[in-house]
Every structure is written in C-alpha cells, then in structure tokens.
C-alpha cells in the first residue's frame, strides 16, 4: 500500500474539497485525482467519494476507511517520532586513536570535560603506533587518531597538534645520568627499549650512527613497560616528556634539539557526526590556546 496515497486520502476526506487539499498537500489538483482513483483500484475498485454537484463527500465505505486510515497515520507518525528522539539521546562512542604519551596531561582533561558536558559520549580508546592509527582512519574504524607522523596519503588530514619533547631515560648509575642534555649521536649505539615503532623509526632517521634497528633488544608496548626494563639495567629508552614518571634508580637527561610534532588525523571528506567533529575541534583549539 503506497502511504503517499493514504495521506492524500485522509487530507481530502478531511476537507471533502479537491482544489483545498492539493493546496494543502503541496500538489496539482490531478496528481490528486490520479492518487485516489490508484488507491480506490487497489481497494477493488471502492468508491471513497461521490459528487455532489460540483463538490465531493466520504461514501459509506469512505467514512469506514478514513476512521482505519487516520489512526494507522496517528500510529505512525508516533512512531517516527520516538524513533527520531531515541536517535538524539542514543549514545554517541568517540572512537579515538593515540599513540604512547598522549593521554597523559591537556588531551585526558580535554576528553574528561567533553564526556562530562554531554552524557551521550561515550570514548573508546586505541594506543598503538602511528602506522597502525592511520591504517585503521583509513579503513573507518577509527573517527581519529593523534599520531606523530604525517603521511603522504591524500586521503588523510593532518592538523598540528603540539611538539613534545624527548629524554633518554638510562639507569642512574649510567656514566651520562649527570648530564644536563644528551646528543641523540653519543646513545643510538646503545641497546635500547622501544615502546612506539615511530619514535625508534624517527630516532633513526634524525641520528647518525649505528642504525637504531640494530640496537634495538626489545619492543614493548607502553612506556611503562619500557621504564620497568630500563630500570631493570636492559638499556635505555627514548621517553617523550608526558611519558616521564619518577622511578627510583632511573634518570632522565633531555635530547639536545630533539621534537617530535603530534598532528590530529581524520580521513579527508568524511563526514562525522556533529558531536564527534565538535571534539576534534575543541582538541584543536585547546592545543592552539596552550602555544602547541
């Protein structure tokens, strides 16, 4: 049953007048007509209406209809409406991507006001390496992601976020733990722990030396794990500044002019819905503000 044709009926029986009901309905007195002579051959050829004169009014079997057709109209439209205010109170999940460090400090404030000022968002949360955060943007399983590398993909965004700085976390018993900065060129031979693919990866293509790959004896997956085995006596490992925690017998000696940029990444001309744009937007401009 077209419900098109049910709703023009239910007007034109309200208002027995053609002319008043195509007005009413938004279209040509004959595209009326047509309607309700298709729905009157879909009853079986039930007559809905009868002239009187130059006007119309409901037949028997019409006035029978209207009564049925009116309240499954009622019914529906009840239903349009809780389903569209069930869709504005639904949760809304945020599905956000970080790469090591970035939660701790202006980004965890940010997602713990947003989620406070609107009850419906709900975040879930992937750390892992850039490489991994931007495959996962690109196949939408992600909404965004804060990583610290940009791509040549044209189908990636990429909007500065901050620079963060970087220490060389090394026992303190280590002959360089006194010094008040390091050259990344006296430790890429050193053994190292490497927590993020990316920082090892930049760490090799800013330095000279020995290549950092070959000095690499283990791979975690958080800083954490990383500070545990440096304190451990392992090796030592590259900490970006919101990684640094105190640990009794671990010292932490900043990189002499080493920066890393952190960028805010979405898939270009995706559209997002309005609550998860206004996030990224508040997380730009908060980093902004702060002189990132």
């Known amino acids: 049953m077209n419900y098109n044709y049910l709703l023009y009926f239910s007007v034109l029986a309200q208002t027995e007048h053609y002319t008043t009901a195509a007005a009413r309905l938004g279209i040509s007195q004959p595209a009326l007509s047509s309607a309700i002579h298709n729905l009157e051959n879909s009853l079986g ?30 019914k529906l439209h009840g239903a349009s409406l809780l389903l569209r205010d069930s ?72 909007r500065k976020l901050y620079q963060r700085d970087f220490f060389v976390a090394l026992p303190a018993t280590h002959p360089l733990a006194d010094r008040s900065f390091i050259d990344p060129q006296e430790v890429v031979s050193e053994s190292q722990v490497v927590f993020n693919y990316n920082v090892g990866k930049s760490f090799k293509e800013w330095t000279t030396g020995a290549p950092a790959d070959e000095a690499v004896v283990c791979t975690v997956d958080t800083s954490r794990a990383a500070l545990d085995l440096v304190s451990a006596g392992i090796g030592i490992a590259f900490i970006p500044n919101e990684c640094v925690e105190k640990r009794q017998g671990i010292a932490y000696v900043p990189l002499k002019n080493w920066h890393q940029a952190l960028y805010m990444c979405i898939l270009y001309d995706k559209w997002l819905e309005p609550p998860v744009w206004d996030f990224i937007e508040n997380v730009v401009k908060a980093f902004r503000k702060k002189g990132g």
């Open 45 to 74: 050829g039930v007559k809905l209406f009868e002239k009187v004169g130059r006007n119309i009014r409901l037949t028997d079997e019409g006035r029978f209809y209207q009564e049925t057709v009116d309240e499954a109209i009622q």
């Open 87 to 158: 869709r504005t109170q639904a949760p809304v999940v945020i599905r956000m991507g970080v790469v090591s460090g970035t939660l701790d400090g202006l980004l965890a404030r940010e997602i713990v006001k947003y989620s406070r000022s609107n009850k419906r968002i709900r975040f879930h949360l992937t750390e892992s390496s850039s490489e991994n955060l931007m495959d996962l943007v690109r196949q939408e399983k992600l909404d965004m992601a804060v990583v610290d590398s940009s791509d040549r993909d044209r189908s990636l965004h990429f």
